[in-house]
């Protein structure tokens, strides 16, 4: 294998910090602008503004700007709006730039370990593309590349991130975000390691490599890097293609999806934080989910888990003790009555389906973008008075994936029994059991010595 000279080169930082920079000046400004004239609609203008200042960059910062847009209770529901317009699929690289990045990976002679190889991408996103591929035992693959340049590329942003934050402080002071940067730079960080996504996708396949129903792909070492990775190709239909089919086809998808997330965090304490349907196909005659995408995975400390479930059964009882409890495990603070009945008016909302032992939808009437928006407006208007609260950081992805797990299963229409599934995935939890499984699991894959 040959190594890219490729580094963190100050020259690269230099240049994305002055780009990012240049355009949150300007969005900083509009803000000064519309805060000094005012009007009805000051919020929106500066939701635009700092759109416009994100909106060509391909990257770190537009992915964490998409993160913001998920977590309903940080923004106003004008930038959450403006940000859930990014683009997540950005244009492929051309067959030039793959020869290039494809031989600074493995080699000139990268292309005679194929027996083919598509030049076009099979799909595009913010740090690289995919292309599809026949390995020399005529395996079918799915190489993911990623683009140059992408360590000084987020290096760069995450020093930008704080002036981001910094401009919704002062659009909105009662919410704290500062452990939410510290957060989102730290997977930012992992999403570029292709080698930890290998062993990610390896604990994720181990977890369900006794069900027939949830597949995940195989990493081919030989032909992987650091940002590189080579896997087997899960040939299957995007879930949105399913919109349409019979409601029995659409529960089926929708249990293995909540299977496919709730089953290994209170088993493991892992979670695939960004579950939108891009991630994941499925395949009809087998009737498989297949996962596709591990770049984005949390490992949660096993309290961090305990307190989910803690708060979930005290929901159930209306334990208050427990709910105090629950929150403080997850790095809340300053936990007063009033502060506990606002994280309350979220909590009932997230986990409303699990507390609620019927046959039904994840939120009847709502529509998958709006999902948590009417919820997050009142906990703002709330906080304004009980405030500010800071957000722990262990909370950032576990509140983004239970949004998108929502709203995919709003996509599809289905209507289960969401108590039943989530009281079967805690059959026998026990925290130090967890502890156990976690620690056990995780040296199976190399994630941890």
Known sequence: MVQDPERDRLS????????????????AATYGVNSL??????????????????GNLKGPLMKAAQMFATVPDLLPPEFAAELAELQTNAPAMGWPFVRRRMAAELGPDWASRFSQFEPQAAAAASFGQVHRAVGLDGRHLAVKLQYPDMLSAVESDLGQLRTLFGLFRRIESSIDPSQMADEIA???????????????????????????????????????TGRLLTMGWLEGQGLLSFKTAPLETRNRIAKQLFEAWWSPMTTLGVIHGDPHLGNYSFTPDAGCLNLLDFGCVRIFPPRFVA?????????????????????????????SDDLIDVLNVWARFIYGPLLDDRVRSVADGVAPG????????????????????????????????????????????????????????????????????????????????
């Open 37 to 54: 004239f005012g009007g009805g609609d000051a919020d929106l203008r500066n939701a635009k503004a700092l759109r416009a200042a994100l």
């Open 186 to 224: 730290d997977r930012l960080r992992e999403e570029l390691d292709y080698g930890r996504e290998a062993k990610q996708m390896a604990l994720y396949g181990t977890f369900f490599a006794d069900r027939s129903d949830i597949a995940a792909p195989q990493a081919v070492p030989d032909l992987s």
């Open 12 to 27: 690269g930082r230099l240049g994305r910090f002055a780009k990012v920079g240049v355009g949150l000046s300007g969005a």
């Open 370 to 449: 709006d999902y948590g928006r009417a919820e997050a407006m009142a906990v703002r208007q709330a906080l304004k008075d009980k405030g500010p609260v800071t957000i722990p950081r262990e909370f950032v992805f576990m509140d983004r994936a239970a949004i998108g797990l929502g709203a995919a299963f709003l996509h599809l229409g289905a209507e289960l029994n969401w108590r039943a599934l989530f009281e079967a995935s805690l059959a026998n939890f026990d925290e130090t059991v967890l502890a156990q499984r976690q620690a056990a699991a995780l040296e199976a894959v190399g994630l941890i010595a």
């Open 307 to 335: 307190g989910v479930v803690l708060l979930y059964r005290s929901l159930l009882t209306n334990d208050r003790a427990g709910q105090a409890q629950a929150y403080h495990s997850w790095g809340f603070t300053r936990l």
